[in-house]
């Protein structure tokens, strides 16, 4: 059974760095296929995928954020992590990882953690 | 980059309707689309995959179709449970969400 779950600071400063940390259960980011993305969705809006990891240490970031994102795993912990450069008050949004295996979907979500900036 | 568009934004329909949702994108994806369900307050879930492939635990009454630049997800007999927002999403040439459907009751 594949689990997910995102914590992170809850609230920050603008230009400070966003780091998030995705802990799962039921899968590796050893095994051939595995894969974990950042998903982020402001309140009330629509989904703006970031960025994924894969099994074999491949990264992809979103354009539109590339040189501010920052994805890495360890997975001796079943852990991957996600850092965002100086935010402002537009990075405010509910942020989710995701599984996703082989392909480009994303088949199990976590619950998403909240992040506010502000000063 | 490939545009995608979500139509309608809102729909209203009654239990027991038929419904379709329609995803439209600027160029051909060649199937690699997915279709999420997402109620008030929780995180989306998988519907559908490569345009028609139902995910395990996903009532039969959600199936998709389509090709090429036009997709659709049917809900063939509406539930109370129904409702919520439903994007879809493409895996052909990156990874970009529709900005969505809402479907409310009548």
């Known amino acids: 059974q594949v689990t997910l779950k995102e914590s992170g600071p809850g609230i920050l400063q603008p230009s400070h760095t966003l780091s998030l940390t995705c802990s799962f259960s039921?899968?590796?980011?050893?095994?051939?296929?595995?894969?974990v993305s950042w998903i982020r969705q402001p309140s009330g809006k629509g989904l703006e995928w970031l960025a994924t990891i894969w099994w074999n240490n491949n990264t992809y970031n979103n354009p539109s954020l590339k040189s501010r994102l920052t994805v890495s795993k360890d997975t001796s912990n079943n852990q991957a992590f996600l850092k965002v450069t100086s935010v402002d008050t537009a990075d405010t949004a509910t942020y989710y990882c995701a599984h996703m295996f082989n392909s480009g979907f994303f088949d199990y979500w976590g619950l998403g953690v909240m992040v506010t900036v502000s000063s | 980059d490939i545009q995608i568009t979500q139509s309608p934004s809102i729909l209203s329909a009654s239990v027991g309707d038929r419904v379709t949702l329609s995803c439209k994108t600027s160029r051909n994806i060649y199937s690699n689309l997915a279709w999420y369900q997402q109620k008030l307050g929780e995180a989306p879930k998988l519907l559908i995959y490569?345009?028609?492939s139902l995910q395990t635990g996903i009532p039969s009454r959600f199936s998709g179709s389509g090709s090429g630049t036009d997709y659709t997800l049917a809900i063939s007999s509406l539930q109370p449970e129904d409702v919520g927002t439903y994007f879809c999403?493409?895996?052909?040439?990156?990874?970009?969400f529709g900005a969505g459907t809402k479907l409310e009751l009548k």
């Open positions: 039921g899968f590796s980011l050893t095994n051939n296929g595995e894969g």
């Open positions: 490569h345009k028609d």
């Open positions: 999403q493409k895996y052909y040439s990156g990874y970009t």
